[in-house]
């Protein structure tokens, strides 16, 4: 990771920057991250639980976090903007998010607290859709000229 | 990210509000490091001047080109290349995205 940062710098022009976008850790517990689960209603969100990422994905945001932390410090970058927003992937029904879960996201689980609290929602609201929303950081690091 | 049938990602587009309202895109000669299919590269493609995606996988790499259109192809292209040794010279671009890939 830091040596794709050291590599973004040297094909950078001075004054150029890195828009660095991921997933981002829970705010309460960096050591774990949920995706929350949701349906939308006659527009609006109703939660309805969350996913939980392994350990694996975990480890892999925190070695970029100390990644551009070194950066920083080497004083190759300044970090100009960090935001937070979320991101939401939408699933036609039950069925669709296991399977993207088994292909896309293997190291996230739909705990079954969740999927009964999804299934009650959509049972409620049929025509209601389902959505994973997941927190997500943008950093902008500005080479230095 | 593979195309799945019933799974529509970031249909509010907030992935590219956000890059469009925080990072310096428009005009730019930019870099997506990591960019799978091309998925992000054509959202964003409308405000850099030119955008080169690049990813180790030669297979992605190619689902990223049948997926650009030929008037598209002026200003986006792909290469295969690894973030650790890309294959461009110094001060080749003004912004280099990593999307999901730092």
Same mark, same amino acid.
């Given at each position: 990771?830091?040596?794709?940062?050291?590599?973004?710098?040297?094909?950078?022009?001075?004054?150029?920057?890195?828009?660095?976008?991921?997933?981002?850790?829970? &705010?309460?517990?960096?050591?774990?991250?949920?995706?929350?689960?949701?349906?939308?209603?006659?527009?609006?969100?109703?939660?309805?639980?969350?996913?939980?990422?392994?350990?694996?994905?975990?480890?892999?945001?925190?070695?970029?976090?100390?990644?551009?932390?070194?950066?920083?410090?080497?004083?190759?970058?300044?970090?100009?903007?960090?935001?937070?927003?979320?991101?939401?992937?939408?699933?036609?029904?039950?069925?669709?998010?296991?399977?993207?879960?088994?292909?896309?996201?293997?190291?996230?689980?739909?705990?079954?607290?969740?999927?009964?609290?999804?299934?009650?929602?959509?049972?409620?609201? &049929?025509?209601?859709?389902?959505?994973?929303?997941?927190?997500?950081?943008?950093?902008?690091?500005?080479?230095?000229? | 990210?593979?195309?799945?049938?019933?799974?529509?990602?970031?249909?509010?587009?907030?992935?590219?509000?956000?890059?469009?309202?925080? !990072?310096?895109?428009?005009?730019?000669?930019?870099?997506?490091?990591?960019?799978?299919?091309?998925?992000?590269?054509?959202?964003?493609?409308? !405000?850099?001047?030119?955008?080169?995606?690049?990813?180790?996988?030669?297979?992605?790499?190619?689902?990223?080109?049948?997926?650009?259109?030929?008037?598209?192809?002026?200003?986006?292209?792909?290469?295969?290349?690894? !973030?650790?040794?890309?294959?461009?010279?110094?001060?080749?671009?003004?912004?280099?995205?990593?999307?999901?890939?730092?």
């Amino acid at each position: 990771m830091v040596d794709a940062l050291h590599e973004a710098h040297r094909i950078l022009r001075p004054g150029g920057v890195v828009a660095d976008l991921r997933p981002e850790r829970d &705010p309460g517990n960096r050591r774990r991250r949920y995706i929350r689960a949701e349906v939308r209603w006659d527009g609006q969100w109703v939660s309805a639980g969350a996913m939980r990422e392994t350990t694996e994905y975990i480890s892999d945001y925190i070695g970029a976090d100390r990644a551009v932390a070194r950066v920083l410090r080497e004083g190759l970058f300044s970090l100009e903007r960090s935001e937070l927003f979320w991101l939401r992937t939408y699933f036609r029904d039950l069925q669709t998010v296991d399977r993207h879960l088994a292909l896309e996201r293997t190291g996230t689980s739909l705990p079954e607290t969740t999927r009964r609290s999804l299934q009650r929602q959509l049972r409620r609201y &049929p025509s209601a859709r389902i959505a994973a929303a997941d927190l997500f950081r943008l950093n902008v690091l500005r080479k230095d000229q | 990210m593979i195309r799945m049938r019933g799974v529509r990602f970031d249909p509010e587009r907030a992935e590219v509000r956000v890059l469009l309202r925080s !990072a310096p895109l428009r005009g730019a000669r930019l870099l997506d490091v990591g960019c799978g299919d091309g998925r992000l590269t054509r959202r964003i493609k409308g !405000a850099p001047r030119s955008v080169v995606g690049v990813d180790p996988d030669p297979d992605q790499i190619a689902r990223a080109r049948a997926f650009t259109s030929r008037l598209l192809r002026r200003r986006v292209r792909y290469e295969v290349g690894a !973030a650790e040794a890309l294959p461009f010279g110094r001060h080749s671009f003004d912004v280099v995205l990593f999307s999901w890939s730092l």
